[in-house]
């Protein structure tokens, strides 16, 4: 009995398992606006990973739990101008997708700026996505957000649907 309690002892260790301790992979979302901006990161979104806190700028989330993944195309919903102690949800949205996949190993931790060098999609700074791609971000990503809104990826507007007009 001793020697198949030694033998599974040692399993994990030949076949290179670690217990789930030492595998822990984290993502971080940082808001590298500068803090004179008023853009808040009201929701992001990586590979499996939900960011449901604000995050004001010149802050980080805190890390997420995540697996080990190559890279992966991030998302992010900033609210404009809002302030999330004064008001319960944000009026105006603007539509990011990354410009670059984000990946990352066990055992380490993935950074993900969220700023015009790293994001595209904010019209402020003369970077737009097509609508196509904004519907996407829209309609599957964040659709919970958008329920009931329409996005203009060429003017960074939301409006309730049925107002838009016919694009």
């Known amino acids: 009995m001793k020697v198949v ?5 040692l399993v ?7 217990p789930p301790s030492t595998t822990t992979t984290f993502v971080v979302l940082e808001n590298d606006y500068p803090l004179t901006s008023g853009l808040v990161v009201y929701r992001g979104f990586w590979q499996a990973v939900s960011f449901q806190t604000p995050i004001l700028p010149g802050a980080s989330s805190d890390p ?17 101008g ?10 105006a949205f603007i539509v990011l997708e990354s410009r670059e996949g984000y990946g990352v190993e066990v055992r380490d931790t993935v950074d993900i700026p969220v700023s015009d060098a790293t994001f595209a ?4 700074s003369k970077s737009f996505l097509t609508q196509s791609q904004a519907d996407f ?13 329409e996005y203009d990826a060429a ?13």
Request: aromatic fraction near 12%; include cysteine; hydrophobic fraction near 40%.
């Open 137 to 149: 971000v829209t309609r599957f990503v964040f659709a919970s957000i958008f329920a009931g809104l």
């Open 64 to 80: 997420q739990n995540t697996v080990p993944a190559s890279a992966n195309t991030a998302y992010a919903v900033l609210a404009p």
């Open 121 to 124: 999609g904010d019209c402020g």
């Open 12 to 18: 994990p260790f030949v076949f290179g398992c670690e």
């Open 5 to 9: 309690a030694f033998l599974a002892a």
């Open 82 to 91: 809002w302030d999330p102690s004064k008001s319960p949800t944000p009026t």
């Open 155 to 167: 003017t960074c507007t939301t409006t309730p649907s049925g107002e838009a007009g016919a694009r």
